[in-house]
């Protein structure tokens, strides 16, 4: 209820809280679906997992169509905030070509 009432006067930190409940099941029903919705809007203003999440789902098609292009500009705005594991994939996708042209220079960055 407390997550709920403060993501929906916009507080990021309940917004990705709320979203992980949802990611989990954990006192509300799993929906991927609402768990992103909830992760994007707490990525919008920021937050760096929710970000990475959301590249998550957008890699594997879960609560939102498959789309690398999605996935690669999420991995992107955690990487830039230091999120190794979002570091990583979005090395990843420039290696094998997955949301944006290969680039070994890219990868290596």
């Known amino acids: 209820k407390w997550f709920r009432e ?19 099941g954990k006192g509300v029903p799993k ?6 919705e909830w992760f994007r809007k707490a990525a919008e203003q920021g937050h ?5 999440n959301l ?17 690669v500009k999420w991995f992107r705005e955690a990487a830039q905030q ?3 594991n979002a570091q990583c994939n979005l090395g990843v996708c420039y ?8 680039s070994d220079e890219e990868a290596v960055k």
């Open 6 to 24: 403060a993501a929906e006067q916009g507080d990021l930190s309940a917004q990705y809280n709320l979203g992980a409940l949802c990611m989990q």
């Open 31 to 36: 929906s991927y679906e609402e768990a992103t």
């Open 48 to 52: 760096l997992n929710a970000q990475y």
């Open 55 to 71: 590249g998550i789902y957008y890699m594997q098609g879960q609560g939102v169509p498959k789309s690398y292009e999605e996935a």
């Open 82 to 84: 230091g999120h190794l």
């Open 95 to 102: 290696m094998q070509g997955q949301g944006v042209s290969v």
